[in-house]
Every structure is written in C-alpha cells, then in structure tokens.
C-alpha cells in the first residue's frame, strides 16, 4: 500500500491499508482465541522447531500496519495509532521473540544424540524481520529519533543490533544444522 501511495494512487492504498487492518484484527482474535481455549497447546508450540516461528511474525504485522498508518493517515489519529502499534508489537515481540527462543533453548532435544544440530530453519528469521521492523517504524513515530542524540535514537540503535545479534545467532545454527 506505502508503494500504491507513492505511485499516486491514495484511494487504493487506503484500501489495502483497510484490508491489511481487517486481517490483523482477524489474526489478533484467532491468536486470542487460541489462547483462551487452548493455552497448553499454544505454549507447546511456541516451544516447537517448526511451528514456533509462526509467533514471530505478529509483531512484524503490527508494524507494517503501523508504518501504514502512519504515512497514509498523518494526521493526529493515524500519529497515536502508528504509536499504539509500535507498543503492542514491542510488547508482543519481547513475550513472543524472547519467550519463544527461552521455550525452544530450554525444551527437551528431540533427538537422543547428543551431537544433533538444532532442529531450527530458516523460518526462525522472522524473528528478525519483527526486530527490524520495529526499528522502521519507531524511527517514523518517534520524533528525533533520526537524530543522533536521545533516548528514541538510542532504543532505535539498540534494537538494530539486537536484530543484527539475533541474526547472527540464528544464522550460524541454521549454517550448523
């Protein structure tokens, strides 16, 4: 949609932002309900090699949604909901990132030898993907955070090089595997 709007074509890049915020709300609710219902099931797959990386991918969402919201709409509503987005995400990116790569370190090995590489795959990348984009769009809703003094530059370079650390890990398993 950001690519539509730069093209000129407004009306159709706030449809596919409308879209894009009908299937968020759709994702939130069937992850919420998933939750509710089946907590154990979803704590156990978080844990999984092969279904874990699914849960990295909701903060990634939230802030394309919320780099949308806050190019297409850049009045004072569109502003607070980039804003709103960018908090969610890095708080479900610190639960999913985090909780997620503490569930799969600490989980039983699948394999008895112990000389097994890690049942992990480029899938796992996404959690970098949810890194960086909460550095993409926290550089567009912060002001100053372009700049090269204060705390919204400093949680920006910070973040960069988590996703840069993570990727780095992540990177040398999977080569390992």
Known sequence: SLAVAQRGMKTAALAMLALNAV????????????????PRRALQD???PLRG????TLPAALCVLGRQCGVL??????THTAQMLFWLAAMLWAVFVWGVLLARITSAKENSRQDAPPAINGAWLVAVVSTQG??????????GAQDADGAAALLMVALFGTGFALYGMLISIILYR
């Open 73 to 78: 709409l850049p009045n004072l509503p569109g």
């Open 46 to 48: 978080a844990a999984h």
């Open 23 to 38: 299937l968020l709300l759709s994702l939130l609710t069937g992850l919420g309900a998933r939750l509710a219902l089946f």
């Open 53 to 56: 990386p699914g849960y990295f």
């Open 134 to 143: 909460l550095v993409v769009l926290g550089s567009h809703v912060f002001p």
